[in-house]
């Protein structure tokens, strides 16, 4: 199977900041990684999609990159409603692993 | 709108079986996926499994191959989880989502609101 493992598991960060989360996949996923963002007592939501594509509707300070096996995802100035759990999930093949999750608070 | 409408909590005993559903409306049905995902209280996202409606195949996760099976009645766009043999630990909020393909690869990005599964023994 392969696994993500996603870093850090929180942060603390303030209204502005720009905040990176990171996924390492086990093995080459070929950009077939996407990101949610996911607040208390809420659905998921997708915000990025094959590594880099921004869902539509998704504000543009969220972006996401790769490197090889390794994959970010950057909120370019922290806003107040991005306070939330942040995913990233391999669809390279099943099963598809989420990473651990980044708690990002104030 | 695109959505999908989620069955309401349940709570069994150990060792029962839990089916919850997953009423889609909005699009057309048959040319998206339908995927589980649970969530443990404070815990992470955890991939279930994933059916294709218009062919029947599914894909599941392996620590709980054996136990859980999802199935599609596309007369009514429902998709369905069923999980057996229910242990304590599978007390979680399941979530269903819709599958879309892209040229590199799948995502999930409709989801239900969540449903509520209280395990006791």
């Known amino acids: 199977d392969i696994q993500v493992t996603q870093s850090p598991s929180s942060l603390s960060a303030s209204v502005g900041d720009r905040v990176t989360v990171t996924c390492r996949a086990s093995e080459n996923i070929d950009s077939h990684l996407n990101w949610y963002q996911q607040k208390s007592g809420e659905a998921p939501k997708l915000l990025i999609y094959?590594?880099?594509t921004l869902q539509s509707g998704v504000p543009s300070r969220f972006s996401g990159s790769e490197s090889g096996t390794d994959f970010t995802l950057t909120i370019s100035s922290l806003e107040f409603e991005d306070f939330a759990s942040y995913y990233c999930?391999?669809?390279?093949?099943?099963?598809?692993?989420f990473g651990q999750g980044t708690k990002v608070d104030i | 709108q695109v959505q999908l409408v989620q069955s309401g909590a349940e709570v069994k005993k150990s060792g029962a079986s839990v089916k919850v559903s997953c009423k889609a409306s909005?699009?057309?049905?048959?040319?998206?996926?339908i995927s589980w995902v649970r969530q443990a209280p404070g815990q992470g996202l955890e991939w279930l499994g994933w059916i294709i409606p218009y062919t029947g195949d599914t894909d599941y996760a392996r620590n709980l191959q054996g136990r859980v099976t999802v199935t599609t009645d596309t007369s009514t766009t429902t998709a369905y989880m069923e999980l057996r043999s229910l242990r304590s630990d599978d007390t979680a909020v399941y979530f269903c989502a819709r599958v879309q393909r892209s040229r590199m690869g799948y995502y999930m990005d409709v989801w239900g609101k969540g449903t509520t599964v209280t395990v006791s023994s």
């Open positions: 094959a590594a880099s």
């Open positions: 909005g699009y057309s049905f048959t040319n998206y996926g």
């Open positions: 999930q391999q669809t390279y093949s099943p099963p598809w692993m």
